[in-house]
Structure formats: structure tokens, C-alpha cells
């Protein structure tokens, strides 16, 4: 038998390495985990969450009222050019659509108001203006968002293909209509109220009398709602320069407001009549009609905090009129 080989160098270096590690290693490793996860958790994770934060004010995640405003057309328009059974791809492309173009839109209205919102009271806390979000970020998230609404666009049938690109130009020119427009309601209420068209042509391929009855009655009740909303801003806008129906109509105000909300009714009833719908929907005008009422005693005086009121107050009347759309196809 052969006598045993001496251990070299590096057979000496291997034992070393496989050798078990000691105590002293094994908390000192313990503590530098503990270490790392806790910087993680106190300086990462923050971070992180107040960017996602800031995104969310941008594109006004955390402010659902203008989901549901631009919502409750698309909704009456699936319902009706359905006979109450929408399709349910379609439905989900409206629906997601409807948040992922409001969120883009957002973003680029904050990107072209980033060096005017902070002169306005109601604006001078949005993102952009305090450095939250840097306006590169606001321009690729409208980009992002944007692309993921049109991916979804395509499929759908082309007539619906052709309409939503219309609808993506309107939605990103629409901000700096402001700047020399004297009537962006009226733009912004065509941006909006495209989902109605758009709507028909995903569910029946075709573009009836009753879509653009309907869109027309969207268009003006848009142009109403966002009027109060404007009031709220009025003495800030004419300091800055900044166009909007409130300044337009002046001390009429409230009368065109009026006439916008008579006419938004009508073109309801005659969609009604013409469909041969009941009682029920006539219930949701009427209801609706009710909170039209309210928001005029709300904008009776000007005040700006009762013109926003009177603004978010019409989510209940697209609600109503969604409401009794429902309930005529389910009871009639």
C-alpha cells in the first residue's frame, strides 16, 4: 500500500472553502440581511409608493368622477344599440377603454397646463407643478396609455377602428384648444361624447339616426357639466388668459346651462320615442331631469365650491338615465 499523498497548497485552500461556515459568519450574514430588507423597506418601497401616488394624481385615478362622466354614454349607447345585451368583449373594451383614454388625457391636460396650474387654486397641488412628475413622464404615460386603448381598439370591428383614431387625436389636441378656442367645452364635449358613435359601430357594425341623436344629447349635456366646472375656475382663467364657456356666456351662464341640460332631455325623450321605449326610461329622464333641477339652485349664486357640486352632481344623472335604460330591457 502506498504512503499517503501530502496535502499541497491548494488541496489546503479547498478544505477551507468547503469547510462549514462558523457562528461568527452565520449571524454576521443574518444581520446584513436584516439590514438590507430593512433598507429596503424604509427607503425603496416609499419611494415607490409615493411615485405611484403622483401617477395616480396625473392621470386622476384617484378622482373617479371623470371615469364615470365619460362612462355613463358608452354605457346607454352598448345598451341601446344592443336591445339591452351588449356583447361582452365589446363591453370590456369600452369599459377599460373609457379609463385608459380618461387616465392618457389627463396626463397630456396636466402636460399642457403644467406652467398655468400653478396660478389656479383648484390646480396649484397637481404633480407637475410641484415636481412630483417631471413632464417627460407625463408625455410617456399619455403614450403608454394611449397605445394600450388603441391595442384594444383593434378588436374591434374597422368602422370602430377608423372612429377610435379620430376619438385618440381629439382627446390629445384638446388641451391646447384653451389657448385660443373661446369654447373648449364644446371641443372637449366632441372628445368625450365620440365613445357614443363608437360604441354603435363596435356592437352593429353601422352608424344609425339614433347614434348621432345621442351623440348630440352627450355633446350638450358635456358642454352643461363642464361649464360648471369652469365657473369654478373663472376669475383664475381670465388673469391667466385661459379660454372657457364660462367666460363666453358671461353673466348668461346659467341660462345657456339651462337650455343645454332642456335640449340634453329632448334629444333622451325623442331617442325614446323613436325606440318605442316606456315607462321606465321615461322614469330615468324624469329622475334625471330632478337632478338637472338641483344643479341650477346649486350655480344659482356662483359660488365656485357649489359649481363643483353642482359638476359632480351629474354623475347622478347619467346614472339615472343608465338606470332606467336597464331596467325598460329588463321589465318591458
Not at 321605449?277 to 322614469?283: A, H, I, T
Amino acid at each position: 500500500m502506498s504512503a499517503a499523498k501530502p496535502a499541497t497548497p491548494a488541496d489546503i485552500d479547498l478544505l477551507q472553502v468547503k469547510t462549514p461556515s462558523s457562528p461568527v459568519k452565520d449571524r454576521l450574514y443574518g444581520v446584513g440581511r436584516r439590514i438590507a430588507t430593512t433598507a429596503l423597506v424604509a427607503e425603496i418601497l416609499p419611494g415607490a409608493a409615493t411615485k405611484l401616488r403622483a401617477y395616480a394624481a396625473l392621470t386622476r385615478l384617484n378622482k373617479p368622477i371623470g371615469i364615470w362622466l365619460l362612462l355613463w354614454p358608452v354605457l346607454w349607447a352598448l345598451w341601446l344599440s344592443s336591445g339591452g345585451r351588449p356583447d361582452p368583449h365589446v363591453f370590456i373594451v369600452f369599459v377599460l377603454g373609457t379609463i385608459l383614454t380618461r387616465s392618457a388625457g389627463c396626463a397630456i391636460n396636466d402636460f399642457a397646463d403644467r406652467n398655468f396650474d400653478g396660478h389656479v387654486q383648484r390646480t396649484k397641488d397637481r404633480p407637475l407643478v410641484t415636481g412630483a412628475v417631471e413632464p417627460a413622464e407625463a408625455v410617456a404615460i399619455c403614450a403608454g396609455l394611449g397605445l394600450i386603448a388603441l391595442g384594444l381598439a383593434m378588436t374591434l370591428n374597422q368602422l370602430a377602428q377608423l372612429l377610435t383614431l379620430i376619438g385618440g387625436v381629439l382627446v390629445v389636441t384638446y388641451p391646447f384648444f384653451k389657448r385660443f378656442f373661446p369654447l373648449p367645452q364644446m371641443y372637449l364635449g366632441i372628445a368625450f361624447t365620440w365613445s357614443v358613435p363608437m360604441a354603435y359601430a363596435a356592437q352593429t357594425g353601422a352608424l344609425p339616426r339614433m347614434a348621432w341623436v345621442m351623440f348630440m344629447s352627450g355633446l350638450l349635456w358635456t358642454v352643461a357639466y363642464d361649464t360648471m366646472y369652469a365657473m369654478v375656475d373663472r376669475e383664475d382663467d381670465k388673469k391667466l388668459g385661459i379660454r372657457s364657456s364660462a367666460i363666453l356666456f358671461g353673466d348668461a351662464d346659467r341660462f345657456i346651462i339651462g337650455i343645454m341640460q332642456l335640449m340634453t332631455l329632448l334629444g333622451l325623450w325623442l331617442i325614446g320615442k323613436e325606440m318605442e321605449l316606456g315607462l321606465w326610461y321615461g322614469l330615468g329622464i324624469a329622475v334625471a331631469a330632478m337632478f338637472a333641477l338641483y344643479q341650477q339652485l346649486l350655480i344659482r349664486q356662483r359660488k365656485p365650491e357649489d359649481c363643483f357640486k353642482a359638476f359632480v352632481n351629474n354623475n347622478y344623472f347619467g346614472m339615472s338615465v343608465f338606470i332606467g335604460i336597464v331596467l325598460e330591457y329588463t321589465f318591458r
